[in-house]
C-alpha cells in the first residue's frame, strides 16, 4: 500500500480488514482502524457502504480522518442490516463515535 503511495500512481489506498478493522494511507499519513466487533447479520455490501461511508463525508468537506472514521463505521453498520440491506445513518452516527484510529 505504502509503495503504491509513494510510487505516485496513486495519491490514497483504503483497505478494508473484515473483523481486524482497515487501513488507510496517503502521503501524509497512515491510519489504522480497529474493527468494531458487532455482530454480524449479513455482510452483503459492507465494503460498499464502508466507501460510500467515507465519500460521503468527504463530500460535505471532511478531513480524511473523519471520513475514514466514517467509513469504518459505515462497514459496520452495514453488518448489523439483515440481507442485502446497506447501512442506516443512524447506525453510522452511533457506531462512528466508537471506531478507534491509530495514526501508524
Same mark, same amino acid.
Request: charged fraction near 30%; include cysteine.
Given at each position: 500500500?505504502?509503495?503504491?503511495?509513494?510510487? *505516485?500512481?496513486?495519491?490514497?489506498?483504503?483497505?478494508?480488514? *473484515?473483523?481486524?478493522g482497515a487501513l488507510l494511507v496517503g502521503?501524509?499519513?497512515r491510519l489504522r482502524a480497529r474493527g468494531l466487533g458487532v455482530k454480524a447479520a449479513s455482510a452483503v455490501g459492507a465494503g460498499d457502504s464502508f466507501?460510500?461511508?467515507?465519500?460521503?463525508?468527504?463530500?460535505?468537506? *471532511?478531513?480524511?480522518?473523519?471520513a475514514f472514521r466514517y467509513g469504518v463505521a459505515g462497514?459496520?453498520?452495514?453488518?448489523?442490516?439483515? *440481507?442485502?440491506?446497506?447501512?442506516?445513518?443512524?447506525?453510522?452516527?452511533?457506531?462512528?463515535r466508537q471506531v478507534s484510529i491509530q495514526h501508524i
Open positions: 500500500m505504502v509503495d503504491l503511495v509513494r510510487s *505516485g500512481k496513486v495519491d490514497i489506498v483504503a483497505l478494508t480488514l *473484515g473483523e481486524l502521503r501524509d499519513f466507501l460510500g461511508a467515507m465519500v460521503w463525508r468527504l463530500s460535505l468537506g *471532511g478531513e480524511w480522518e473523519e462497514g459496520a453498520a452495514a453488518l448489523l442490516s439483515p *440481507g442485502t440491506e446497506l447501512c442506516r445513518k443512524e447506525d453510522v452516527e452511533r457506531l462512528c
